[in-house]
């Protein structure tokens, strides 16, 4: 026996799509068969069956109804698998023998985006990474539920590092990679928990990109000229953060590039198959255009998770989030995550956040208006995917009416007031505000206001459309009619007056019937099997007049027809039956015209976006009473009580105390900080890093004064105890990271290290701090913060360009007080018995242990002979820098070169070392 034709027909179907789950039509319900079944039955939930197949005999099949498809599909995604979609392409009614079945598009993790909850404030990236020659990667993403297309390259040294970085930022559903590149998807599995999927490596050559990236929308929509052309930066604001050439062609000198776009775009057309008009051009972007933020800094910062539960709770995103649209919360944590180099760029859009500082009319207008605008870039991808039904338009058109207020609204500001009144106005005793801006009127032309303003487009046209057309309350399904507003098509309205008449008169027909019958109780009633009916219980039965037909006997009641009835039913029904194939048609027609509006539409999003993550920056500087920065080139960063934003919002008003900064290119480079545990080192670090990174984003800052000299990286390691990620040995995840400072940071960075080397033994720890702060201090030059509870290396202040800091408490017989004040200077102990009694520690161990730290001390001064233990064991371990020959050994390192495992072995062969020369001096002593 033969496979049954239709059998055959899934074969071949399924034969084309080996590594998705097959939804293959079949009346009401997608089917699945064979191993895919098995597959998904368990996922799913559903009952695994069996199906007569010919000659394969009965196979294992699975099926979920059409209507509620998308939930299913849901988690198949969620659980990594894609999805076929085979649908029957033709009416079943009209087919001749078999039904034509076709896939219509490939689910996948990465371009499920109906799966995602409206108005999400990040993207759903797929990515697609096209290794190059000489270790170079080239990174496309692309988010089709909002647009969104992006390309960039990493080479040179440490580009793996910086690919991995870069995915750890944009945090990937899926990642698409060339076949056999499994090297690849483990560096993309550690940095985000995207499904990985392989594609076969010749999509993924530069030279195949411009065909790919041209056929990914509509043919010959997007020539090649214009392709390129659209890779200049969208704007200056764009120009100046983003790219750092004013147009670049991608196809000759960003190959890599090229390769991951056109990659990616081919999967696309592949797996979407349809004009993805809302694509917007592919926008390449340098990572040089931004400051550098790895992965372990973008962790240790808090920037958008918080460290203990990965939540939004606690990080800056959350304090400086005062969005009302999904864009406008993308737009920010963008923002966010790529903080400009630009003093140029980022003064723009401090112009514009102060302008909506000062004016909280205008704040104001602009933040009710952005409430009423929905998701603008994912209703445009609905659209794009014809699924956005009725109520997705009446979204879509309210929006717009909104967005053009939000112009006017920006228009009328621009002329109403002038510069003068900002000026002047509220708080003039601001340090660094306008002073200086020569001609600065609130929304003149160069402000980045006024030429967001410019780009929301005119859809004038799509809101009278939607308004006429559009019914106001429209039901969420499209097949039952409720679609269209009355008077738009005189078809419609004569079919509804048809159906309203035959209602009305089956209305009526109860109470004459009744007088008519005498049957008090006598119901008029419908079911969808017998339609309308009228109703007698069988105690009236004998009062039924002859022209009533019976159709159905109940236990209590018969139910009747009379020809009258049928006529009005016929009516009734046949109106509806054409009203809701009418108005799905005219649905259909409106929606593709609007469709053809998307590209309007999109770049009316992203202005709507841009005002509303301004105005969010200037409602954070609002509340925060956050100060404006000032930013130069100039290399140093001059903070005056500068605040950390997140602590002091859990303190509360007046609980935090703050704090100075003063670091500069020269005398005052590296600051060591000493103080106890809990005084405020970590938090003081941290502010320094947020407040610089809050500047160069564009932000308003929490301090009275600063300026900041911009840094081209923030580089940051938190000691072992503090680090709450796992995996790794703790400790071999610190020099990890102290590796990635030390090879990539420069003269121009910015590096916070949080007591670097507690994660080992007390000598080691301090040799590695020492040498690594006499790294920095001497080869990099770096702006650098460093805390440290060993007070010992306070002596390192004798290098150039090192001076210590240490973060007061008072103690007093009854113990200490933090006073959380950073002053100049160093601590001299530990305090660690006094943190130890804050804590509650029993007496009797508190007790002890003050006995013990005396003996110690004693014993070592007795020992040396001179002063305290410290600087005991500081000379006997580091006599001179270039006579102890381990130290030489570390001044001679290589760091940048040094594979981890590696720098342990040196470092067990160092402590050998040193041990060993302590060891043989003791037993000298002790022949004595
Ligand atoms: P350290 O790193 O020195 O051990 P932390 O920076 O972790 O100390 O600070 C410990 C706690 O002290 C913080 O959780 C915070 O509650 C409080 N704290 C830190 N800095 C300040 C400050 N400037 N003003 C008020 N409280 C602070
Ligand atoms: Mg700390």
């Not at 879509?396 to 621009?414: F, G, I, Y």
């Not at 109780?521 to 339609?531: C, D, E, Q, T």
């Not at 010992?792 to 200490?816: K, Q």
């Amino acid at each position: 026996m033969n496979l049954t034709p239709m059998m055959k027909q899934y074969t071949e179907i399924k034969k084309e799509y080996p590594d998705a789950i097959l939804f293959f039509h079949l009346g009401d319900f997608y089917e699945m068969f064979l191993e895919d079944a098995r597959k998904a039955a368990p996922v799913l939930e559903v009952t695994l069956t069996s199906r007569d197949a010919g000659k394969l005999g009965r196979i294992p099949m699975c099926g979920v109804p059409c209507h509620s498809a998308a939930g299913y599909i849901a988690r198949l995604v969620n659980h990594g698998f894609k999805v076929a979609i085979c649908e029957q392409l033709e009416d079943t009614a009209n087919a001749k023998g078999l039904v034509k079945r076709g896939v219509t598009r490939v689910v996948t993790p990465g371009t499920f985006f109906e799966g995602l909850p409206q108005d999400q404030g990040r993207n759903n990236y797929i990515i697609c990474v096209a290794p190059a020659s000489a270790g170079s990667y080239g990174l496309a993403a692309a988010d089709v539920g909002t647009g969104d297309f992006t390309a960039t390259e990493f080479s040179g040294p440490g580009a793996r590092e910086r690919l991995y970085d870069e995915v750890f930022r944009l945090q990937p559903a899926e990642a698409v990679l060339p076949e056999g590149a499994k090297e690849l998807a483990g560096l993309v599995k550690a940095a985000a928990p995207a499904a990985i999927g392989f594609y076969p490596e010749t999509f993924f050559q530069a030279g195949r990109a411009a065909e790919a990236l041209a056929g990914y929308r509509k043919e010959g929509d997007w020539p090649r000229a214009q392709m390129e052309s659209a890779l200049h930066c969208e704007n200056a604001d764009e120009r100046g953060k983003g790219c750092s050439r004013e147009s670049v062609s991608l196809f000759t000198e960003y190959g890599a590039a090229a390769a991951a776009a056109g990659a990616l775009a081919a999967y696309l057309r592949e797996t979407q198959k349809r004009d993805l008009a809302h694509m917007k051009a592919v926008s390449f972007y340098t990572p040089g255009g931004y400051m550098l933020l790895d992965a372990a800094t973008r962790r240790n910062l808090e920037l958008t998770r918080s460290l203990q539960d990965g939540g939004r709770r606690g990080t800056l995103l959350e304090v400086l989030d005062f969005t009302c649209t999904g864009m406008g919360g993308r737009r920010l944590r963008d923002w966010l995550e790529q903080p400009l180099l630009s003093p140029a760029a980022i003064e723009r859009r401090l112009d514009a956040v102060a302008v909506l500082v000062e004016d909280q009319a205008l704040r104001e207008a602009l933040r009710s208006g952005l409430k009423k605008v929905g998701d603008l870039e994912r209703l445009a991808g609905r659209l794009a995917y014809g699924m956005a039904n009725a109520r997705d338009l009446l979204t879509l058109k309210d929006s717009l009416r909104e967005a053009a207020r939000l112009k006017e609204v920006l228009a009328r500001h621009s002329t109403g007031k002038s510069g003068g009144d900002y000026r002047q106005g509220g708080n003039s005793g601001e340090p660094f505000h306008v002073e200086g801006q020569g001609n600065y009127s609130s929304l003149s032309a160069g402000c980045l206001l006024h030429e967001v303003r410019e780009r929301f487009a005119d859809l004038a046209d799509v809101v009278s459309l939607i308004d006429g057309a559009i019914a106001p309350e429209p039901p969420a399904v499209l097949n039952e009619g409720g679609l269209i507003r009355d008077g738009y098509s005189a078809e419609v309205d004569r079919l509804r007056a048809v159906r309203r008449d035959g209602r009305g008169y089956i209305a009526g027909l109860e109470a004459k019937e009744r007088e008519r019958t005498g049957i008090k109780s006598l119901k008029v009633g419908y079911n969808r099997v017998f339609g309308y009916y009228i109703e007698v219980t069988k105690a009236n039965l004998s009062l039924v007049p002859p022209d009533y037909q019976r159709r159905q006997t109940l236990a209590y009641a018969e139910r009747f027809i009379t020809p009258e009835l049928k006529d009005y039913e016929e009516m009734v029904l046949g109106a509806e039956e054409r009203l809701n194939a009418l108005e799905y048609e005219l649905f259909h027609a409106v929606r593709e015209e609007v469709a053809g509006a998307i590209d309007r539409i999109l770049r009316t999003a992203r202005a709507a976006g841009e005002i509303d993550a301004l105005q969010s920056l200037a409602m954070a500087a609002v509340r925060g009473n956050y100060t404006r920065p000032q930013v130069n080139d100039g290399g140093a960063i001059m903070i005056k009580d500068g605040r950390h934003p997140v602590v002091e919002r859990f303190l509360g008003p007046g609980g935090f105390v703050p704090n100075d900064t003063a670091l500069d290119g020269t005398a005052r480079r590296v600051a060591i900080i000493t103080g106890p545990n809990m005084a405020g080192k970590s938090t003081y670090m941290r502010q320094v890093a947020l407040i610089v990174l809050m500047a160069q984003m564009g932000s308003f800052v929490p301090a009275a004064e600063a300026v900041i000299g911009v840094v081209d990286r923030i580089l940051t390691r938190v000691g072992a105890g503090d680090n709450l990620t796992a995996g790794q040995s703790t400790f071999m995840v610190e020099m990890n990271e102290c590796r990635t400072i030390l090879s990539g940071a420069t003269r121009n960075s910015l590096i916070v290290m949080d007591e670097v080397g507690r994660g080992t033994s007390t000598y080691d720890g301090m040799s590695i701090a020492r040498a690594i702060i006499e790294y920095i201090a001497t080869h990099i030059g770096a702006k650098t913060l460093f805390s440290t509870h060993y007070h010992e290396l306070t002596d390192l202040d004798r290098l150039g360009g090192v001076f210590n800091l240490t973060v007061a408490v008072r103690e007093d017989p009854a113990g200490i007080a933090f006073l959380y004040r950073v002053l100049p200077g160093k601590a001299d102990k530990s305090y660690g018995i006094q943190v130890a009694e804050l804590a509650g520690l029993p007496p009797q161990v508190l007790e002890r242990a003050r006995e013990i730290l005396t003996e110690l001390e004693t014993r070592h001064s007795a020992r040396s002979g001179a002063g305290q233990w410290a600087t005991a064991v500081q000379l006997e371990m580091f006599p001179r820098p270039e006579e102890h020959p381990v130290i030489r050994k570390i001044a001679e390192l290589e760091v940048e070169s040094l594979a981890p495992l590696d720098a342990l072995n040196l470092l067990a062969e160092y402590k050998a070392a040193v041990s060993g020369a302590k060891r043989r001096r003791r037993g000298k002593r002790g022949g004595r």
